[in-house]
Antibody, heavy 122, light 110 residues
Framework: QLQLQESGPGLARPSETLSLTCSVS?????????WGWIRQPPGKGLEWIGN???????YYSPSLKSRVTLSVDTSKNQFSLTLSSVTAADTAVYYC???????????????WGQGTLVTVSS | QSALTQPDSVSGSPGQSVTISCTAT?????????VSWYQQHPGKAPKLVIY???RRPSGVSGRFFGSKSGYTASLTISELQADDEAVYFC??????????FGTGTKVTVL
């Protein structure tokens, strides 16, 4: 059973960079998954941020593309999110998730981390 | 990027059925396979209940049924139970390997 766990600071300062890591257990990060991030501002809906494959292929939400970078560390079985120039609008619960892909088709993410709240405040 | 619009809320009594719609502004939901549905209880991560329009993951109750008509996908929950009270989100491929969630619908069991 695939398990994901987010980690990182719960507070970020405005204009600075937010960094989170997702640790994967139960399977290798070098498998048939795209590893992704989704966020949810308090009391609001879900927002897809982006996906990355261990090979380096990555895709980002058009609205966040200029500020987001995803990366994979195969030696640690982890993947990471960095979001630059944060504002209060980036305050949200950040979830990492796994999207299984096979033969060019990707299923919706079925495995999710429990989520971690990041507050942007001075 | 296109949006997926859902009603803010729906409600029903135990044993009744409710249907949640998910309407696309473009052809995101035009491909039948691409619409999925998530259930989210307060403080929890979303749980996948429907994928590829109408397929259920292992362990999901047969009371959850997905369908589509034109640019609108729907989730029907039959025989409503107290535990079905949650927020439901649709999810779709938005093109160019990007994805989008619907605005979310709160289901209340009266």
């Amino acid at each position: 059973q695939l398990q994901l766990q987010e980690s990182g600071p719960g507070l970020a300062r405005p204009s600075e960079t937010l960094s989170l890591t997702c640790s994967v257990s139960g399977d290798s990060i070098s498998s048939n998954y795209f590893w992704g991030w989704i966020r949810q501002p308090p009391g609001k809906g879900l927002e897809w941020i982006g996906n990355i494959h261990y090979s380096g292929s990555s895709y980002y939400s058009p609205s966040l593309k200029s500020r987001v970078t995803l990366s994979v560390d195969t030696s640690k079985n982890q993947f990471s999110l960095t979001l630059s120039s944060v504002t209060a609008a980036d305050t949200a619960v950040y979830y990492c998730a796994a999207t299984y892909c096979n033969a060019g088709y990707c299923f919706p993410p079925e495995y999710w981390g429990q989520g971690t709240l990041v507050t942007v405040s001075s | 990027q296109s949006a997926l619009t859902q009603p803010d809320s729906v409600s029903g009594s135990p044993g009744q059925s409710v249907t949640i719609s998910c309407t696309a502004t473009t052809s995101d939901v035009g491909t039948y396979k691409s619409v999925s549905w998530y259930q989210q209880h307060p403080g929890k991560a979303p749980k996948l209940v429907i994928y590829e329009g109408s397929r259920r993951p292992s362990g999901v109750s047969g009371r959850f049924f997905g369908s589509k008509s034109g640019y609108t996908a729907s989730l029907t929950i039959s025989e409503l139970q107290a535990d079905d009270e949650a927020v439901y989100f649709c999810y779709s491929n938005a093109g160019r390997n990007t994805y989008v969630f619907g605005t979310g619908t709160k289901v209340t069991v009266l």
